[in-house]
């Protein structure tokens, strides 16, 4: 973890309410995709965690999107404006486990950290299948950067405007030979692909309300199968096995 | 030179800076961050006879100048933290430790203090009596200046160390409490603990936080705890440190002031982990702008006749 500040660089919307933010700082701390960092906001007292999208040696992006005060102010701050910034916070994703046969599944905004790790894994020489769940089809965002890396794009929307009429669950039941899961989204979402019956391991991103972020205050612990755990510590990024609902 | 020392019932520290419990764990977040010697104390996490889980998510809720917690006293139990985190602790911190013992009947707390009569580097037993008393349906100790004494006599019975007892806000009038404690053989105070507080989602028309309620703390309890740091100074003649919303050197100082020898920091770690750094880097120069070359002659200096 390193604390620094980050100035903001460039906004853009991707939908009603879903935003790319790219920042300038030092992203030194950041280890593995699927990282968050803890952003301080003007007159509020905690700060937002918010997951690492994409980053480089000097530049993070995140796609942020408005739920209540403290992200509405965040994605309409100028360029220039500068912010206090905890990051490399967490686990994030182990590449080594996932095999020959990993898909990523997104939900929403969750999307976000499956772009970096897309990323390295196409870096890597393997650019992976991607499915991803909307409600409508006005409501997707980052599709062009997805396949820009190379990756198999797979599309659910709930209302079938585009891609599959359904769930992000339909289009991996569409790839029987997936067996792991790298995944992030909304809790049913998650829940619905933990119970996929093909398959035999996972990687999945879970949020709770965080005091610190940090590991100090277990604010935001959950039982797991190995006992509590600290989401911002010991996860985001919890293994299939060890989850329970 | 500015003197920053102070001392709490016999035990010296190098400045009055102290992170609260529950905000500081056992001290290996902040390690990673900075070299922890710099620090006066560190109060461990509330540690009670058995492990407990805590309470269900959500635990944290926000609020203006502040948040709220209902963490529940998730610890690994006493024996746990005896083996795994006091070893450890020695490696990071070569200070005086408070030991912050929760529990869940009068006996219990007696327990915990006693297994640590042994724990050279523990020097002060921070007793939280914010605790639900099993055998009195679930009465807050810290409620009742009856229950409160028996803790305090019970935990001074088992240990040589001295006895913080650490007292909650929640009360009608702190001072009764704190004069129970005190005529009990309570070496010092601590308080305050959190506010009692809660919050409602306007959408869901549902508290927040699971447990319903949770314990106010941050910035905007900080008048709240100072004037009952004031009112309690007024009342016993034991030391006392001052917590509840401290966030600047200033803050410390004006805790100081209003009858604190030391001066606990809670919420803030959470908002900015080098907090207390910053404080202690920056008390020096805010001594220095007021004229004060002693720390500790400041304790109490508001008062007047
Ligand atoms: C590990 C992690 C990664 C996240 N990644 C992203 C991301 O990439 N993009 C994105 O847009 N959002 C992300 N979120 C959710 C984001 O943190 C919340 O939407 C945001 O904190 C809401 O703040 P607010 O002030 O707008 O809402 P408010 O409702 O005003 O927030 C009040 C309080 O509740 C907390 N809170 C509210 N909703 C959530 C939530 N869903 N999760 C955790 N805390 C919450 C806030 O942090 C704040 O303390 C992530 C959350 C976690 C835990
Ligand atoms: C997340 C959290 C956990 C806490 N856990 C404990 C605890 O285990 N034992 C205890 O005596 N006080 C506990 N407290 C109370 C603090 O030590 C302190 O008394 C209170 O927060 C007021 O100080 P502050 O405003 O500086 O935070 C906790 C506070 C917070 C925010
Ligand atoms: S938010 Fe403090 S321990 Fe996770």
Redesign the interface.
């Known amino acids: 973890m390193k604390k620094s500040f980050f100035t903001l660089e460039h906004t853009r919307q991707l939908t009603e309410d879903i935003w790319e933010l790219i920042f300038s700082g030092d992203t030194s701390a950041v280890t593995a995709p699927g990282q968050f960092v803890n952003v301080e906001l003007p007159e509020k007292f905690l700060r937002r965690p918010i997951s690492i999208c994409d980053w480089t040696a000097d530049s993070l992006t995140l796609l942020v999107k408005e739920a209540g005060e403290g992200t509405r102010q965040l994605v309409r701050f100028p360029s220039g404006t500068r912010f206090d910034v905890l990051s490399g916070l967490g686990n994030g994703f182990d590449l080594e486990q996932a095999g020959e046969h990993a898909i990523l599944a997104g939900g929403g905004i969750g999307i976000a950290p499956l772009y970096g790790l897309a990323r390295r894994m196409a870096e890597r020489g393997h650019a992976p299948v991607v499915a991803l769940g909307f409600r409508t089809k006005t409501d997707t965002f980052y599709l062009e950067e997805f396949s820009a890396l190379g990756c198999r794009l797979l599309i659910a929307t709930e209302d079938g405007s585009l891609g599959t009429k359904g769930f992000v669950t339909d289009c991996i039941r569409s790839l029987p030979e997936c067996d792991y899961v790298l995944t992030c989204g909304p809790l049913p979402m998650l829940q619905a692909v933990h119970s996929l019956p093909q398959l035999k391991g996972g990687q999945f991103s879970f949020e709770a309300r965080m005091g610190c972020g940090f590991g100090a205050c277990m604010g935001c612990s959950v039982p797991t199968k190995g006992g509590y755990k600290r989401v911002c510590k010991d996860g985001p990024i919890l293994d299939k096995e060890e989850i329970i609902w | 030179m500015v003197n920053l020392a102070v001392s709490l019932a016999g035990v010296t520290l190098k400045n009055p800076i102290i992170p609260a419990s529950?905000?500081?764990?056992y001290g290996?977040?902040?390690a990673?961050?900075y070299d922890l010697n710099i620090l006066g104390s560190f109060s461990w996490?509330g540690t009670t006879g058995q492990a407990r889980?805590?309470n269900p998510?959500?635990?944290?809720?926000?609020?203006?100048?502040?948040?709220l917690?209902a963490?529940g006293l998730?610890n690994p139990g006493i024996d746990k933290v005896l083996s795994d985190e006091v070893p450890h602790i020695a490696e990071i911190f070569q200070g005086p430790v408070i030991a912050n013992v929760g529990g869940f009947s009068v006996e219990e707390y007696a327990e915990n203090c006693r297994k640590l009569e042994d724990v050279k580097q523990v020097r002060i037993l921070e007793v939280n009596i914010s605790c639900p008393n099993v055998h009195a349906g679930g009465k807050n100790f810290g409620c009742d200046p009856k229950a409160a004494a028996e803790v305090t006599k019970a935990v001074k019975a088992a240990t040589n160390k001295p006895v913080f007892m650490k007292l909650t806000p929640n009360v009608t009038d702190i001072t009764e409490i704190a004069r129970a404690c005190e005529d009990a053989g309570a070496d010092g105070l601590c308080l305050i603990n959190t506010l009692l507080g809660m919050r409602i989602d306007l959408k869901s028309r549902r508290p927040?936080i699971a447990n319903r309620t949770g314990g106010v703390s941050?910035?905007a309890v900080f008048p709240v705890a100072l004037r009952m740091v004031w009112d309690v100074y007024e009342a016993v003649n034991i030391p006392i440190i001052g917590c509840g919303g401290v966030s600047t050197a200033e803050d410390a100082v004006e805790m100081m002031l209003a009858g604190a020898a030391a001066v606990e920091v809670g919420?803030a770690?959470?908002?900015?982990?080098?907090a207390c750094k910053t404080i202690i880097e920056t008390l020096p120069d805010v001594c220095q702008r007021l004229g004060v070359t002693n720390l500790s002659q400041l304790t109490g200096g508001a008062h007047h006749g």
């Open positions: 529950g905000t500081f764990g290996r977040e902040y990673e961050l996490k889980l805590g998510q959500p635990r944290i809720a926000e609020m203006t100048g502040g948040m917690n963490v998730q927040v941050g910035p919420a770690n959470l908002k900015d982990p080098y």
